[in-house]
Nanobody
Framework: QVQLVESGGGLVQAGGSLRLSCAAS????????MGWFRQAPGKEREFVAA?????????RYADSLKGRFTISRDNAQNTVYLQMDSLKPEDTAVYYC????????????????WGQGTQVTVSS
């Protein structure tokens, strides 16, 4: 089993920045990739970004977020980060960390482990 704990959410004004953290514990050796998803009120959970857990730190992003969000990892700390810049009110959502044991192309349906989520609110 893998446990994921997110932190770093909060209230920020439009144009500001936040960095989310996701600390992994337990059987982290089983992780192939980590990702971030978000869910706004009344909407489905959607993919934000993903990164491989070892090796070359290959990363991918939702097309609409490229250039504003950056995913990174620190294996020594068993932590994945999501740096969010130039935030917009439409970025308001609960942000979830996820881990997948088998694919870099993790989805809402394929991810094996989930964190509890952290609220990000962007005011206009």
């Amino acid at each position: 089993q893998v446990q994921l704990v997110e932190s770093g959410g909060g209230l920020v004004q439009a144009g500001g920045s936040l960095r989310l953290s996701c600390a992994a514990s337990g059987h982290t050796f089983s992780i192939y990739a980590m990702g971030w998803f978000r869910q706004a009120p009344g909407k489905e959970r959607e993919f934000v970004a993903a990164i491989t857990w070892s090796g070359d730190s290959a990363a991918r992003y939702a097309d609409s977020l490229k250039g504003r969000f950056t995913i990174s990892r620190d294996n020594a700390q068993n932590t994945v980060y999501l740096q969010m810049d130039s935030l917009k009110p439409e970025d308001t959502a609960v942000y979830y960390c996820a881990a997948d044991r088998g694919t870099y192309y993790l989805t809402v349906y394929s991810a094996d482990y989930w964190g509890q989520g952290t609220q990000v609110t962007v005011s206009s």
